[in-house]
């Protein structure tokens, strides 16, 4: 396949798997959803979702947020890990927000990582869930598989959402995006990976990977 081709087959694949995509953040506006973005980094989704409703049922906007103490924060998030950073965060964009857009999240690159703690993947999974702007946030299953797929040279995240942009249309991004991150933590995740599952990859992946995964089933 070439790699026309190859980008056909992987949306097609996708869109057969995952015809209705779910959030994997639970939230009720862009401004929880922002601070669950936050909150998820070095974290997995189901620990978020446990402890944003505790967090929320407190502060779910800027204007409550800011009468908790950072150290209040700090202890009702404190099982999703990084707590100290993610606490001033919270409470510090909170604070931006209200200061510097009335309390609005805003819709861009530049004004969303002006934010404390708030990097380039965080805007760019609020402008695209809840904006509709074409984004392509790129996590570490979308960074792992288009690696895989041959699709990417998997130096780094940055490259990985350059080529991913390339490739695929932009009017495919948001769904797509989501669409890898449920495929690879279901068809092809970092451990306890499956080929014989993993048809995307079995179909159109990197000679490299292939053999390597190979070499281990004879180990």
Same mark, same amino acid.
């Given at each position: 396949?070439?790699?026309?081709?190859?980008?056909?087959?992987?949306?097609?694949?996708?869109?057969?798997?995952?015809?209705?995509?779910?959030?994997?953040?639970?939230?009720?506006?862009?401004?929880?959803?922002?601070?669950?973005?936050?909150?998820?980094?070095?974290?997995?989704?189901?620990?978020?979702?446990?402890?944003?409703?505790?967090?929320?049922?407190?502060?779910?906007?800027?204007?409550?947020?800011?009468?908790?103490?950072?150290?209040?924060?700090?202890?009702?998030?404190?099982?999703?890990?990084?707590?100290?950073?993610?606490?001033?965060?919270?409470?510090?964009?909170?604070?931006?927000?209200? @200061? !510097? $857009?009335?309390?609005?999240?805003?819709?861009?690159? &530049?004004?969303?990582? #002006?934010?404390?703690?708030?990097?380039? /993947?965080?805007?760019?999974?609020?402008?695209?869930?809840?904006?509709?702007?074409?984004?392509?946030?790129?996590?570490?299953?979308?960074?792992?598989?288009?690696?895989?797929?041959?699709?990417?040279?998997?130096?780094?995240?940055?490259?990985?959402?350059?080529?991913?942009?390339?490739?695929?249309?932009?009017?495919?991004?948001? @769904? !797509? $995006?989501?669409?890898?991150?449920?495929?690879?933590? &279901?068809?092809?995740? #970092?451990?306890?990976?499956?080929?014989? /599952?993993?048809?995307?990859?079995?179909?159109?992946?990197?000679?490299?990977?292939?053999?390597?995964?190979?070499?281990?089933?004879?180990?």
């Amino acid at each position: 396949m070439n790699k026309e081709e190859k980008v056909n087959f992987i949306i097609n694949k996708l869109e057969e798997l995952y015809p209705e995509i779910p959030i994997p953040l639970d939230h009720k506006d862009p401004y929880t959803l922002l601070i669950a973005v936050l909150m998820s980094a070095q974290s997995t989704d189901v620990r978020v979702n446990q402890i944003t409703p505790l967090l929320f049922e407190r502060a779910d906007n800027p204007y409550d947020m800011i009468k908790m103490s950072i150290e209040e924060i700090r202890e009702i998030i404190k099982p999703v890990g990084l707590s100290p950073m993610k606490a001033k965060g919270i409470h510090g964009l909170s604070h931006m927000l209200i @200061d !510097l $857009h009335d309390g609005v999240v805003p819709q861009t690159y &530049e004004e969303l990582e #002006a934010f404390p703690g708030v990097g380039h /993947k965080t805007a760019a999974v609020v402008m695209a869930q809840s904006f509709g702007i074409p984004t392509f946030p790129v996590d570490t299953h979308i960074h792992r598989l288009m690696y895989r797929w041959n699709l990417t040279n998997g130096k780094n995240v940055v490259q990985t959402e350059k080529d991913a942009k390339r490739l695929f249309p932009e009017e495919t991004w948001n @769904d !797509l $995006h989501l669409q890898i991150i449920w495929y690879g933590r &279901e068809y092809s995740p #970092a451990r306890g990976w499956d080929l014989e /599952k993993d048809i995307i990859t079995k179909t159109i992946g990197r000679k490299t990977v292939l053999d390597e995964y190979y070499k281990k089933l004879k180990k």
